[in-house]
């Protein structure tokens, strides 16, 4: 959530800021006139108040007098009723101005690249060299129904489409591959954590996934309760209105998390394979920092999220992501993308998102400063170290042999029990 100081006082740069973002700037405007209608409601609620306190003290003298104070005790009844009337109406002002500040989303940073869509992202940096196959390189679909691996037929069966049951070798490098990032980043300075795959309501708004994306949610019929759309949700959420200390800070934490998403928004798009599942199992990174220390920190993650690709020797790329293209509470966010062969370009593989103090006001993360002991916002950022399926899809695509085999990264080989190729049986 914005500070809604900064819209009040700046609301022209607010919106210049979120055209690329927000369709309806003039939520913006809306917030402004409700909070002016609020302050005058504060005044006429303060001076009846006063009116109120002098009510009563002319009571008490003419009590202690002996004289009637019955007029001025129905003055009171009225002015009671006037405050309670005043009192109601300024808190569902309140209300009105939260519920229309959980749907603006964070102004970008200054190096963030105005647009509206992808075709404003700028690259910002490549490692390593698309490899030049000597025959046409396989989906990587194909390339698993042909070794027996992926059982998408299965997966529909079970659930419905957008679900997939892994067999053999596939089961094995999906747990592989959680242990070797999740063995990576611990040894890089994060705190492994295991958690909820349920959440509430409330930490998906502390967060910014609701209310704007609840279309995407898996709910629980009943409950307050929503499937894990990404372990961003828990990871924030542990310190959610809660008080850090400065010498803790920064705060490092990862984990695996299967996530789930409708993808109502994405009909259509990469219906093939594993690309894009309604679950998908991902180890995600977390930080809070103080905010001189929020963009170190967000450059930091984005290192450790393409260590995980350079050693696995999978070629990518990484992309700054102009103001359109952000996620809700992103104020700065990099794609890193791998390269697909059989798509002949770049895919998302991770987004790496420094949140500043966007999350921590909706979910109420402060820290105490040494020096003064005053409260101050935390700063979050997140990023996905990495999105496990797609991990999977790039290793069978780029390391995909002619004899339709395909072959283990050499970094993953202890997690393999000794299984360095894929070989159909």
């Known amino acids: 959530m914005l500070d809604v100081r900064f819209l009040l006082e700046s609301k022209d740069i607010a919106k210049e800021k979120l055209k690329d973002r927000l369709k309806d700037t003039e939520l913006i405007d809306k917030v402004c006139l409700l909070y002016d209608e609020k302050r005058h409601i504060q005044k006429q609620a303060d001076n009846l108040r006063a009116q109120k306190k002098r009510i009563s003290?002319?009571?008490?003298?003419?009590?202690?007098?002996?004289?009637?104070?019955?007029?001025?005790?129905?003055?009171?009844?009225?002015?009671?009723?006037?405050l309670s009337g005043i009192e109601e109406r300024e808190k569902s002002i309140g209300n009105e101005i939260e519920n229309l500040m959980l749907l603006i989303p964070n102004i970008p940073m200054d190096d963030v690249p105005s647009g509206k869509d992808e075709s404003s992202n700028v690259e910002v940096f490549r490692w390593g060299s698309p490899r030049a196959f000597d025959f046409k390189p396989l989906p990587h679909y194909e390339i698993a129904e042909r070794l027996g691996i992926l059982d998408f037929e299965r997966g529909t069966k079970i659930s419905g489409s957008g679900f997939t049951l892994y067999h053999k070798v596939a089961a094995h490098l999906e747990r592989a591959l959680i242990n070797f990032m999740l063995d990576v980043h611990t040894q890089n300075g994060y705190e492994e954590k295991f958690v909820p795959f349920l959440v509430s309501g409330n930490s998906l708004r502390g967060t910014g996934q609701l209310p704007k994306f609840k279309e995407d949610l898996y709910k629980v019929e009943g409950e307050d309760l929503y499937l894990n759309p990404t372990a961003e949700v828990p990871l924030t959420n542990i310190y959610q209105n809660e008080v850090l200390d400065e010498g803790d800070l920064p705060i490092r934490i990862t984990a695996y998390a299967p996530s789930f998403r409708l993808e109502a928004g994405s009909y259509g798009k990469d219906t093939r394979g594993i690309i894009r599942q309604h679950q998908f199992n991902k180890v995600e990174l977390v930080k809070f920092t103080k905010p001189e220390d929020s963009e170190i920190e967000h450059q930091?993650?984005?290192?450790?999220?393409?260590?995980?690709?350079?050693?696995?020797?999978?070629?990518?790329?990484?992309?700054?992501?102009?103001?359109?293209?952000?996620?809700?509470?992103?104020?700065?966010?990099?794609?890193?993308?791998?390269?697909?062969?059989?798509?002949?370009r770049y895919k998302e593989i991770s987004s790496v998102s420094n949140c500043l103090d966007f999350q921590a006001r909706r979910a109420g993360i402060k820290y105490r400063k040494k020096q003064d002991g005053k409260l101050e916002y935390v700063h979050t950022m997140n990023g996905s170290g990495l999105a496990v399926g797609r991990t999977m899809v790039a290793i069978l695509e780029n390391y995909q042999q002619e004899d339709g085999s395909v072959v283990i990264p050499d970094v993953l080989h202890k997690y393999m029990n000794g299984i360095i190729s894929i070989k159909k049986t």
Request: aromatic share 6%; with cysteine; glycine share 6%.
């Open 300 to 344: 930091s993650m984005l290192k450790d999220a393409q260590k995980i690709l350079e050693l696995l020797n999978l070629p990518y790329r990484v992309v700054l992501l102009c103001a359109g293209d952000m996620g809700f509470s992103a104020a700065k966010c990099y794609d890193i993308e791998v390269w697909l062969p059989s798509m002949n």
């Open 57 to 82: 003290k002319d009571i008490g003298i003419l009590k202690s007098k002996g004289e009637d104070a019955s007029v001025l005790m129905r003055d009171t009844e009225e002015v009671n009723q006037q």
